[in-house]
């Protein structure tokens, strides 16, 4: 999922646009070029990716006088998806450089590999600077790794502060991760502590879809097994992640919202509800949502297991004419420096390990939340999500969940039972299983 953005608030040094001087993906710094001639790289995105945004363009053109980069934008992934691939079916009408969403890479990497080049050998891409788990999406059956990580979603619990102290609980950041630390039946726990002494008017989580949602998202096995099976049915983690979501919703902890939706925007500013699963990205979310009279009010803490939701990939097609090109920008747009600074300018959180300890990652604090150290929460949070098998409709899977079976349990009160069975119906239908 793709998110509008406002920058995070870090300590920066001079190191961080230095980084940006560098060139990992050949050529050396202060420009070296391509090799050729003037060349036109594009670069199909969706939504306002940030690449653009941050500067990383005009910065790469600094380095490589003789390439122009023009960026192409569908403004939703569901839209963008489909063209995506059924350009990569024809060979034609693809840019040079195309993005991936991460709940769209199992897809890719299960039926387009072939169209696609092998990312892994391209100049300046150092396997080791990645999270392994990331670096393992984007790998083909047959060992090519066709997809680069850009951004990752690793999650914290982000908590109303005010509501927190009304209900009786702590509210400092650390006393409150340690309250549900390492299992997710904890914050079950505190969720029905909270509703002892509930605020009048509020609830203790925003939906249950999003509890499933983290709590699936943390599970070293999900929807599919390691030789490629779907497996939702029959494994037992991902039916315990589903009883316990819905009781959340059966024990009246939940405010019952559907996530993106006109009426869970408002909610933040309402401030109905104490607590949401939120990745790195969806703090700009909450900011802008919940607007001037949050700050303050809303802290992060560690989730009680870390996980992962959302991210994306950079793939170059085969089809494309200027492959060499392609891949030494999609090299250089991955690397540690430039991930560093898309988090600096838009908040995307890096899935290259390596740049963690850079300043402007390891020092990156948010002012709205009370300056938690968000640069160091999500990335042991990164750290520690589980190399988990993808497969080729878990987004089906995952959407069918939520918004077919969860929802009903959620909004119209049907029991956990009639909830998960309307859900493998519809997934079932859609999977034709």
Known sequence: MRRSLIPVVAALGAALLGGCAEDPGGGGAGGGGTGGGPVTLTVGVFGAFGFEEAGLYDAYTRL??????R????ERNENYHSQLLAHLGSGSGLADVQVVEAGN???VTATRSRELEDLGRAPGVDRGAF???KWAQGTARDGRTV???TDIGPQGICYRKDLFEKAGLPTDREVVGA????????????GTRYQAGEPEGTAFVDSASGVLAAVTGSGDERFYDKDGEVVYKTNPAVKDAWNLAAAFATGGLTARLQQFTPAWDRAFADGTFATVSCPAWMLGHIQDKSGPAGKDKWDVAAAPKPGNWGGSFLVVPSAGKHRAEA?????????PAQQATLFEKRGSFPSASAAYALPV??????PYFGGAPIGTIFARAAQGVPVAAVGPKDLVISQNLADIGMLQVDQKGASAQEGWDAAVTAIDDALDL
């Open 71 to 74: 960026q192409t934008s569908i």
């Open 131 to 133: 999270l392994p788990w």
């Open 179 to 190: 309250l549900w630390a390492g299992d997710w039946r904890k914050y079950l726990d505190v």
């Open 361 to 366: 990652v390891a020092g990156a604090t948010h």
């Open 105 to 107: 890479i199992a897809e």
């Open 64 to 69: 490589h006088p003789e390439v122009t980069i």
């Open 147 to 149: 997809a680069l990580g």
């Open 327 to 335: 891949a030494r920008l999609a090299a250089w747009l991955t690397a």
